[in-house]
């Protein structure tokens, strides 16, 4: 029987993540296969320590520049290719593909493509058409434009205004920046989060400096059981999307607003159509992954966001002969043909160290169990595999350290708070006069 795919394994690959995220699944997962398919793989990626340096499937590792400047990773892109040349087993090859693996890897690849072409192979696309999907607020307005349902969504102007646009959609409501990929390190400052009253909401306001993007505030669609979709898929570059599929998010971190700890491949053909309906409206072409939550009340299916780069659980997609959207890329892109995928409903991914959060945190179940779900090939672990196991260890360990230090930074915190209430720390009460009262 012929193989549906063959790849051109003198090209190596190049994976990108600027994002500075240890625990990023997703780029193990591409390099698995990739690699398992022949194909050479190198990684920018935030340490060549990560435990995703581990896999066997990884050639090198090397360390993403200090800063996320488009031009820097030109630079370090440029001497990689120099350094790989001539290394593959098949023989030298002209070109090399670069696959981002966050947003902010997407953009500035798109924004070098013209200076890159000659060394890599990257889809067509602009930063201008890519903007139009993964900043928040071009989102919305791409849907309303395109008549494609989407949580109604407001952008304030001032603290005053964006409490009174949070009372108005109803309290709880979901706060965004419009490009996360913005957002500093180890300021507290989630992409995404559920605020519950009009003090959080001045306050996440007030940090739109910090932020270095505007907040929106969506209507908070319930959450429930069979409630969030996910559809992941290539297109060519004829604009053939041979490779796409849904999936339900069974588990999440954060519940209920949070990235799939537990994905099955399900059939759902609104979320299908919705999915290649935007993306032929769009003239896209490249990997994307698109989140959708059902809204019962008026049967629509939401799109929540639009990841233009493999989405971290995309290997839940890997049919029978290990076609994913990963190799398709790979396939399109060397000049092969992408074969149609073979549908393998019923599969599941699981991401070790979130499900673990998950079940903690919400330990009954939110979906039932499908009867074919244990049978042997239907789940994928993020991180173990038995013919790379070495990465899942590395992971385990890294994560035991992460949990300790943020529960000893919970444990610090509660001390120095303690300590500031203890009477003889505390500053003598001032006096009050009526006077002071009346102009509170």
Not at 5 to 16: A, H
Not at 47 to 56: D, E, I, W
Request: hydrophobic content about 40%; some cysteine.
């Amino acid at each position: 029987m012929p193989r549906r795919q063959s790849f051109d394994t003198r090209v190596p690959t190049v994976l990108v993540r600027l994002d500075r995220n240890p625990f990023h699944h997703g780029t193990l997962g591409a390099a698995r296969s990739l690699g398992r398919a022949g194909i050479q793989v190198h990684a920018v990626i935030e340490s060549s320590t990560s435990p995703v340096a581990r896999s066997r499937y990884l050639r090198s590792a090397r360390t993403g520049p200090a800063t996320t400047s488009s031009l820097r990773l030109a630079e370090l892109l440029t001497r990689i290719a120099d350094e790989i040349d001539g290394e593959t087993p098949d023989g030298p090859s002209d070109h090399v593909l670069a696959l981002p693996l966050d947003d902010i890897s997407a953009l500035a690849l798109a924004r070098r493509r013209v200076e890159l072409a000659p060394r890599f192979l990257l889809p067509e696309q602009t930063e201008e058409q890519l903007l139009r999907v993964a900043d928040k607020a071009a989102l919305a307005r791409t849907c309303a434009a395109l008549g494609l349902p989407h949580p109604r969504t407001e952008l304030p102007t001032g603290a005053d205004e964006a409490a009174a646009m949070a009372w108005s959609l109803g309290l709880p409501v979901v706060a965004k920046w419009s490009r996360p990929w913005l957002l500093p390190g180890g300021r507290g400052l989630r992409s995404t989060s559920i605020v519950g009253s009009l003090a959080e909401v001045r306050e996440l306001y007030g940090r739109i400096p910090e932020a270095g993007s505007r907040l929106l505030l969506q209507e908070l669609l319930p959450a429930g059981r069979d409630l969030d979709w996910f559809f992941h898929g290539y297109v060519d570059s004829a604009g053939r999307c041979a490779t796409g599929a849904t999936g339900r998010k069974e588990r999440s971190w954060p519940d209920g607003a949070g990235l799939t700890a537990v994905g099955r491949w399900t059939a759902n053909p609104a979320v299908d159509r919705a999915a290649r309906e935007l993306l032929d409206a769009l003239g896209y072409r490249g990997v994307c992954d698109l989140d959708f939550r059902l809204d019962r009340s008026t049967g629509a299916y939401h799109l929540l966001d639009f990841n233009p780069r493999p989405g971290a659980q995309f290997r839940l997609f890997a049919d029978s002969e290990g076609l994913d959207v990963v190799r398709a890329a790979h396939l399109d892109l060397t000049g092969r043909p992408v074969p149609p995928h073979s549908p393998a409903y019923g599969r599941r991914f699981v991401v070790e160290n979130y499900a673990a959060l998950s079940l903690v945190t919400s330990p009954r179940a939110r979906y039932a169990a499908e009867p074919d779900a244990a049978r042997p090939g239907r789940t994928e672990f993020a991180w173990y595999a038995a013919d790379d196991p070495v990465p899942a260890l590395a992971m385990g360990l890294a994560w035991l350290s992460h949990l300790l230090r943020k529960a000893l930074g919970a444990v610090s915190r509660r001390l120095r708070r303690g300590r500031a209430r203890h009477p003889a720390t505390l500053p003598a009460p001032a006096r009050t006069t009526p006077d002071q009262l009346t102009q509170r």
